[in-house]
């Protein structure tokens, strides 16, 4: 059944042109729509066969280094499994462990810890203007190695989280409304409203809603992005978001309320972000240890979000969605008034109502990074996976 | 030689009907005896098909999480060896790499790392009263994710020690003696002495003394337990102890004295713990965060324990056992008079006496966790073992 | 092409006796040198089938269990994937995070560890006079455990850096000699200068330097080793070094500058190491806790620094080396002046010209780790290396 589903798509993957082979995954805006639609077909591909409980260990050897530069769970799993789904075994990167600290060069430590490593996943989003560059820097530094026979093997740079894109993320939660909406085809012309929400908290990354306004409007998706006065995204982002609405037949639009952006929505994301210019006072004073200043940034930043505590997801605004019954959407962890702060992104009965269906949307996770994974490191990802199948080994016993 | 055994002990086991498939291992207790008969003779088939050099890689992928809440050398090298031996992954969560500090549910949590795990090891002892509480949560909450389609598999919770039980430990010194005694049924009318033994320390569980009495008291032992006045162990464990002595032929008796308790002991058990109102106390001070009170704790605790700074395993107290020669255990590391500490649970020349037999003791451990895992995580584990031996891929080159 | 290659290789192999099964690697000038040719014919061997996509997965199960006493991000790395090439998988002993705090023996904790291991690599470099001695009690260990039948096998202890001896490096830089230079045979009478060079850190340890001159001379080459006055180094390493050059028929000589050291030079290895009585001393104040002493010492031992910061690798002094062009090595990572520090070890210009040379130098250490796993862990090593060559299993999709 889902081997007959997986023989189904492998013959679909087999009629696209990715060039993601030797290559990195960085931004969700520099790839094609071939490479874009290869990962979500690998990636349902892996579901199936991991449904159908066929082992897909295409490596039998390799490490999957990672380096997370901030705190992570859900990512860190996520790159665990997809690497154990593949037959990598990850390799986590502790930067306190390690020498780093001294003036080694960044290509250095990328050619070190790459030896015999086929990816190389970093989640740097803590430093806007400096998350994306620093995983340029190891993706060219990791070129040069390989170019120059350092390296047996070209390991692909995966973006697990940067200042500028969140593509996992955005991957996975693009898997998700597939999913809910039958087909990809079935999202064309759907409103999402992608929107700040109020949290106790401090300093979360910009990338999630600038990766969900570049990547819906590529599938003709309306896309509706609303936040309080100050909270804009990177504007690059913004510039992305309305040309894909442009090429793609949907629509990137812009809305000051919450209640605007809710008002007959398929699909709601709210979600708290920092200030783009709280973000980077942040970066300024992280980047030279002003412990001082960064607890008068976060004094500021918090009394700052305090004045936008009514952008909450409530039942209220629920019901202004279509039929009142949009699909509610989060990244998690959500702040849920009541259960995990006193007033936060959500309504407690909201998220509890959607409560499974957000734990769904994250489990896709692990299968696009693995879906990354092997349309860079694999020449013909659709006959690797179809051998798969026609070898069929279980996964585990029945 | 050992693939015979290893035949003959699957032999047996079919003849079981254990009821672990899909399920949990967190208290003896709380288990059938087929079910721990289950588990002592997969643990022994698992060591003889390492001895004869047959691979046990069941797994062709799938973690093995870990979430250990207290410091652990044994058992976390015990879990992740038993999760190697089977051809999982051992996955720790550091809960201080995470974002789990800011009010995440336990149940998001445990079903965020649970995509694609077949198995969540925990250590959760510090918190009297909480730690089984814990690992029901996440059992509960991954039953309804397998349910409710977030999760592809029900990954099994093992208890890695909790405020109540020590399952892995105790299964591993009753498999110990099963190997000193010669059977399960030797053990019958055989007196063991768990008892408390000086420590210059502070804290120690009670799980270890209450898995011993639960346990021994299974298999027709007769189980002394003697400790100090204040000492005493939770009090639902005392009552498991009493009704299985009484259902199975052995018996469950108190001591206010080591020397009482080893008059005639075949087998003793000497270990410091806390009293429980010691660890009662500590628990709220924990959880509310007052280092201060913990430290006043700590002088009282280690006070109090001075005061029974005579209960130490002498040579002379071990000459009162049976003819001298009582079997002495330990779930190491042990207090040891003039080598680990200036005066603690046990004689240096005692202990050197018996040291290698205490290796070979916690020997059984990753064998024991690793038939946890099969048991709970294969249908049919009497067929998926005699596939092994009929396949007898070799572990490693000769 | 690269399985031809390794085919030669094993039939080379399969004239040396080595006498490596079961037992360490812990010191070059314990080893004879036929061990010393087979670690580095199966390191080439296992590079080829690197290259030639050949698995070298000889393990099914097993694991390396590692425990790093200082930092490492290299030679962490280097062990993972020379583990994961192999098939084992690598499990790290985090000191802070085990019961080992408080006096638990060395020999329990390294049984403890052991059940199912195949290797433990240990980096213990800190400590001048202990480091070596640590691993030989590991050692001795797990020698009485195997014994004792507490261990189903005899696990290797590797050196991975010790106060004495850095094996892996060193056979690393002797398999860059070999590959740069054509061939052992042609390293014969070619000039190393080993010398001293300033860095504006402090307590570096002495282990490289004495690695690279007692192998050095090992193979003919004729090993100048220069130095400040008062940066001697461990008085036995001098011993072996003139011993071997006597032996072999190369040269040990001292000078006491870098233009003399570098005179007509083949190969210079410009580096800084602490004066061996600042390491002492450093070992006593950690020993005993004295962080004031420590903070003192190291004030001193940079003053001390400073008078030699004359000691540079310019590009003034590489062109006295033979016709300007002496290779110039480094462990990584490198004080490049203008780079990673104001004023360090090597000219900004001269580490360029030979950045990916130094690179290509650590690319050869997985494969030097692995060969030490296989030559201790497999008892006909070269049957082994054919048979992957006959079964021809890739290691990843093409």
Redesign the interface.
Known sequence: MSCDQARQLIHKLQSLNPTLHNSDFLLTWDQTDENLRAVLLVAEILENL??ANV?????????A?SN?RD????T???Y??AA??L?L???D?DES????A????VR??A???A????TIGIRDDIFLGYGHAYMKEVAAAVD??FR??????RPAVINLQCDLDHPTQSMSDLLHLQSEFGSLENLRGKKIAMTWAYSP?YGKPLSVPQAIICLMTRVGMNVTLAHPEGYDLVPETIEHAGRFAEENGGSFTRANSMADAFADADIVYPKSWAPVNVMQERTELLKSGQSDGLADLEKRCLEQNRSFMDWQCTENLMKQTRDGKALYMHC??A??TG???DTGEVDASVFERY??AT??E??H??FVIAAMMMLT????TAD?LQQLIDKG??????
Chains 1, 2, 3 share one sequence.
């Open positions: 991991y449904a082992s897909t260990r295409v490596f039998d050897a390799g490490l280094v997370f705190q992570s769970t859900r860190r799993f996520s665990a499994k154990n789904l037959g075994t990850a390799c990167l462990k390690s020498q780093i001294h003036g080694e060069t250095e430590t050619n070190m810890i030896f015999t490593a086929e040069e190695g120059e026979n350092v390296l047996g093997q908290s998690l962890p702040d849920i259960v995990s702060c409560r499974l734990y769904r994250a489990g996770k692990p490191r694999t020449r013909n690797t080994t279980p996964r585990r016993p029945s």
